[in-house]
């Protein structure tokens, strides 16, 4: 028996209901970028605003790129559920926040009309890094990317975020109070959104690109959640536990935290009856999250791949790639501003707690994905900002990093294929060198990635060494050097 309205109350006994009546739900709220993240965060915070009282929330999902999802939901009546894993105990609850999801190339019409809408007073974002069409170096809009060269052509029928978004302002009553809630991993993500979002519009309608600097808010936040991709096994067990066919089972760790800006343009819903932080700054929060868990995520990923280690929970608790992470986390913890009232070692601490749960599953592949619009962001800064010092452990996730992209294979020889659409033109850089040192040098000067400043000729050194240890022994020569 499948998820549906009717069938809720059939789902086992322990399951957490909606509790609400769900008929009587506006909607107030627009997401794009409607994957696993978005629907086990900030829709479990929509849904407590709504059950603390306030029905104006309901959310309108969008997907850019994948239809599966909305079909999905839709055969569902919007509903799904969330199944929170710590250690060997889980509970799973319905979710019933999302009243509408669409699929963009089939409904654009639909979702440029929500964006119109003046009861949509919020929408949020989780397109990814890579979503925002930022040049990596530059940080700013990457007029060449395929999406944004085709929006500009193609005005009103965008396939970007910034088009879609762009577009529906466009189309929006000047007196409509809007906030758009960025929730990507990017330090300053609302300021870094504004900025991309009126340089897009001012390429298509300056008026619109002043409307989106002065009129619109963008609130810069932190999420941390833990949300691996789904399997078969993960929602299989998921809906064991929720007794009813649920095609849109998601299966996340228990923590959750959403630190956010409290600069709003209009009303918002109450997300603090989930928990939610509202500060002045949230600057020293994105940086922590950013650099301690993005960061050793990512260095975990790609010793992980090279070790031929599937899962974060077995990578951390392999000896030589634990030890690896720890120092990753100590090298990222010395270049770190903590928020006032933060002790940083205590909150390392709990989190490689978080990265030992075994039950999320969670898969090195997925989070190496993408590493040439991520590492600029969650390693790169810490590099810079240590001015000559060494970092031993994340010079040594930097080379890892590098080796994966120049090598193409696990120590094992198998195969390594990451979803990162800027990898392939630094794997040529690397793969056209002719020494260890030579490797390092055209990666450094590879300005999409690491930009235009020179780099230290001794951080350069260090890498050729550590490559050349990769090279010649592997991971586990290079972790245990």
Known sequence: M???????????????????????????VLHVGLGAFHRAHQALYTEAAIRAGDRRWGIVGVSLREPRTPRTLAAQDFLYSVTECEGAAATTRIVGAVVQAWYAPHALEEVLGALADPGIAVVTCTVTEKGYCQHPSSADLDTQHPDIRHDLAHPNAPRSTLGVLAAGLRRRP?????????????????????KLLAQYAALTQPALARRVRDDVAFPNTMVDRIVPAATPVSRRDAQRRLGLRDEAAIVCEAFTQWV?????????????????LMTGDVRPFQAMKLQLLNGTHSAIAYAGQLS???????????????????????????????????DVAAYSEALLQRLRNAAL??????IAADGTQKVPMRWLPALRASAGIERPWLERALSAWLHCLRSGRSDSGQALAFDDPGAPALAAC????????????????????????????????????????????????????
């Open 2 to 28: 499948r998820l549906t309205q009717r069938n809720c109350c059939r789902a086992n006994p322990e399951v957490q209901q909606p509790g609400y009546d769900r008929s009587g739900l506006s909607r107030g």
């Open 174 to 194: 000047a007196g409509a109070p809007l906030s758009i809630v960025c929730c990507d991993n990017m330090p300053t993500n609302g300021d870094t959104l504004r």
């Open 260 to 276: 956010i800006e409290d600069s709003f343009a209009g009303p918002r819903p109450a997300w603090e009856a989930g928990g939610a």
């Open 308 to 342: 031929g280690l599937p899962t974060v929970a077995e990578a951390v608790d392999d000896p030589l790639v634990g030890a690896f992470t720890r120092g990753v986390m100590a090298d990222l913890r010395a270049t770190v501003q903590a928020p006032p009232g933060y």
């Open 361 to 366: 599953d969670h898969r090195t592949a997925q």
């Open 430 to 481: 690397l793969r056209g060198a002719h020494s260890d040192a030579d490797a390092v040098g055209r990666a450094l000067a590879h300005t999409p990635v690491f930009g235009s400043e020179p780099w230290p000729a001794p951080l350069a050194d260090r890498l050729a060494s550590h490559l050349s240890v990769l090279r010649l022994g592997g991971a586990a020569a290079l972790l245990s050097s």
